[in-house]
C-alpha cells in the first residue's frame, strides 16, 4: 500500500484509534500504547477506456514507442488521476498492449514526474518490455535532462553522489538521506544568465526526483519546482520579459530532452532527441536576450 493511499485512507475517515475515535491527519504521531484500525474500501475495478489523446511520437515500430510527453500529463492511472493520463492515450494508440506489464501500466518502462516534460520508452511486446527493463535496472542507457536553474554554481562540471530517501517529516518528499540508495548525477553547466543557469544533467541511477532533489540540495532549485524549490516570486530587479515568464511557467523547468539505447530486438544504437516545449522555449530566448 502507498503513502499516498494510506494519506487518501485517512482523508476519508477510514482510519481510526482503538476508543473509535476517527483520524484525518496524516501528520498525527503513532503512539506505541495505541491500537488503530483502518478500513480498506471494497477495490473499485479498473477499468481504462482508451482516451483519443493527441500524442508526440518520436520513434515507432512494432516493438517500442518513443512519446515527447508534454508536461502536466501523468504516466498511468492511480489515485485522483483515473483519466487523461499516457496510458488511456497509449491504450487508443496501440491496440496490443493492456497485456504487457498489467492493465494499470501496460508497456511503461520508465516514469517522468507529471510536470517534467520530454522522452519516455514504451514497450509493445513482452520481449521488448522485459529487455528494456533490464536496461533501465542495469543503466544502460543514456538519460540526459536539461534544466533552467535559480543560482549560479561555482563548478562548471561536477558529479552529485548524494543518497535519496524520504524526507524525515515531509513524508511526500524525497531528500538527501543518509539512510536513502546512492544516487548520482552528472552535472555540466551549458549556460549562465545573471543569476541564473542552463544545466546538462545525466543519470546514472533512477531515484524518484533524482534531479530535482540533487539540484536543491547544491541550492540549485529547479525553476517552477513546486516541491523542492522554496517559493520564489522574482521581483523588478529581473528584467521583463524573463520575469513574466518564470511567473507563469506553471511547471517545472526539467526537460528529458535524449534518450540513447540499444533497440531491445535489433540492437541498433537509437539516440532520440525530445524538442523543447514552447514554454521552455520562449524563456531560454528571453534569458538570453536579458543577459546573453
Not at 483519466?83 to 492493465?103: E, F, K, Q, R, S
Request: with cysteine.
Amino acid at each position: 500500500m502507498s503513502r499516498n493511499h494510506i494519506q487518501l485512507l485517512l482523508k476519508q475517515g477510514h482510519v481510526s484509534d482503538k476508543s473509535g475515535s476517527v483520524i484525518s491527519q496524516p501528520s498525527l504521531k503513532v503512539r506505541e500504547d495505541n491500537q488503530y484500525s483502518i478500513h480498506i474500501p471494497p477495490t473499485q475495478e479498473l477499468n481504462l477506456e482508451p482516451e483519443n489523446i493527441p500524442l508526440d511520437i518520436l520513434f515507432e515500430d512494432e516493438h517500442l514507442i518513443v512519446i515527447n510527453k508534454p508536461a502536466g500529463m501523468v504516466v498511468h492511472p492511480s489515485h485522483g488521476h483515473d483519466t487523461g493520463t499516457l496510458v488511456h492515450a497509449l491504450l487508443h494508440h496501440c491496440d496490443h498492449l493492456p497485456g504487457i506489464n498489467g492493465m494499470e501500466r501496460p508497456g511503461i518502462v520508465h516514469r517522468l514526474d507529471k510536470d517534467t516534460s520530454g522522452s519516455l520508452v514504451v514497450a509493445k511486446t513482452e520481449t521488448a518490455h522485459r529487455r528494456l527493463t533490464e536496461m533501465f535496472a542495469s543503466h544502460d542507457l543514456d538519460r540526459q535532462y536539461v534544466a533552467w536553474c535559480r543560482g549560479v554554481p561555482r563548478w562548471r562540471v561536477k558529479r552529485i553522489e548524494q543518497p535519496i530517501g524520504r524526507h524525515p517529516v515531509h513524508r511526500q518528499k524525497m531528500a538527501v538521506n543518509e539512510q536513502g540508495k546512492m544516487a548520482i548525477t552528472d552535472a555540466t553547466v551549458e549556460h549562465t544568465y545573471g543569476g541564473f543557469s542552463k544545466l546538462r544533467l545525466c543519470l546514472h541511477t533512477g531515484r524518484t526526483h533524482q534531479i530535482r532533489v540533487h539540484l536543491a540540495h547544491e541550492q540549485l532549485p529547479v525553476l517552477g519546482d513546486p516541491v523542492y524549490a522554496r517559493s520564489y516570486n522574482p521581483g523588478s530587479e529581473i528584467p521583463e520579459p524573463s520575469r513574466s515568464l518564470i511567473i507563469a511557467l506553471g511547471r517545472q523547468a526539467l526537460h528529458a530532452e535524449i534518450l540513447g539505447f540499444k533497440h531491445p530486438i535489433s540492437g541498433e544504437e537509437l539516440r532520440i532527441v525530445a524538442p523543447l516545449p514552447e514554454e521552455l522555449r520562449r524563456l531560454s530566448n528571453a534569458l538570453i536576450r536579458n543577459y546573453g
